[in-house]
Antibody, heavy 117, light 110 residues
Framework: EVQLEESGGGLVKPGGSLRLSCAAS????????MNWVRQAPGKGLEWVSS????????YYADSVKGRFTISRDNARNSLSLQMNNLTAADTAVYYC??????????WGRGVLVTVSS | QSALTQPASVSGSPGQSITISCTAS?????????VSWYQQHVGKVPKVIIY???QRPSGTSARFSGSKSGNVASLTISGLRAEDEADYYC??????????FGGGTKLTVL
């Protein structure tokens, strides 16, 4: 069974940093494109970032470009998101999502990031 | 910049059929063939129910179907059930190595 488990969320002050992790299990992690998708409280889904299997190609939404960094460790079956210079607009549940062909086929349960003073 | 527009809400009675539209705008949604739909119950994780415009993953009821005409993709749910009450999101590859979601549609089963 595919499992994705996010961790690292919490409360952070504006301008602060946070690092999210996603532990993958139940499948061979290395070949898959992985993503972060977020959802602000009471709002819709927003794609944040993608990373290809060998980390050769990395993409970001304009809203986080220059502040967030996605990375992966295929040996440890893990995905990370380093978030810097956080603002209130970054407050959301962050989901780790596996990419299959052209859609997100498996999602983690999500982790809440709250940016507030 | 790409955008996907969905109605904020739709409703229907049990047994009826409803359709949720997803209208693409912007110059970089390509030929808009990589459309997927996600169902999210309150407090739950999104779940893919349609991919590649009209393909159902295993486990998705045949009551769910997808289609596309021009720049409008649609999700149709037939034989509406109480358990279908949820938020529904469309998503598309933009052609610029990025992805976009629609704003979501709240389905109420009356």
């Amino acid at each position: 069974e595919v499992q994705l488990e996010e961790s690292g969320g919490g409360l952070v002050k504006p301008g602060g940093s946070l690092r999210l992790s996603c532990a993958a299990s139940g499948f061979t992690f290395a070949p898959y494109v992985m993503n972060w998708v977020r959802q602000a409280p009471g709002k819709g889904l927003e794609w944040v970032s993608s990373i290809t299997s060998s980390s050769s190609f990395i993409y970001y939404a304009d809203s986080v470009k220059g502040r967030f960094t996605i990375s992966r460790d295929n040996a440890r079956n893990s995905l990370s998101l380093q978030m810097n210079n956080l603002t209130a607009a970054d407050t959301a549940v962050y989901y780790c999502a596996r990419h299959l062909r052209a859609y997100f086929d498996n999602w983690g349960r999500g982790v809440l990031v709250t940016v507030s003073s | 910049q790409s955008a996907l527009t969905q109605p904020a809400s739709v409703s229907g009675s049990p047994g009826q059929s409803i359709t949720i539209s997803c209208t693409a705008s912007g110059t970089d949604v390509g030929d808009y063939k990589f459309v997927s739909w996600y169902q999210q119950h309150v407090g739950k994780v999104p779940k893919v129910i349609i991919y590649d415009v009209n393909q159902r993953p295993s486990g998705t009821s045949a009551r769910f179907s997808g289609s596309k005409s021009g720049n409008v993709a649609s999700l149709t749910i037939s034989g509406l059930r109480a358990e279908d009450e949820a938020d529904y999101y469309c998503s598309s590859y933009t052609g610029s190595s990025t992805w976009v979601f629609g704003g979501g549609t709240k389905l109420t089963v009356l």
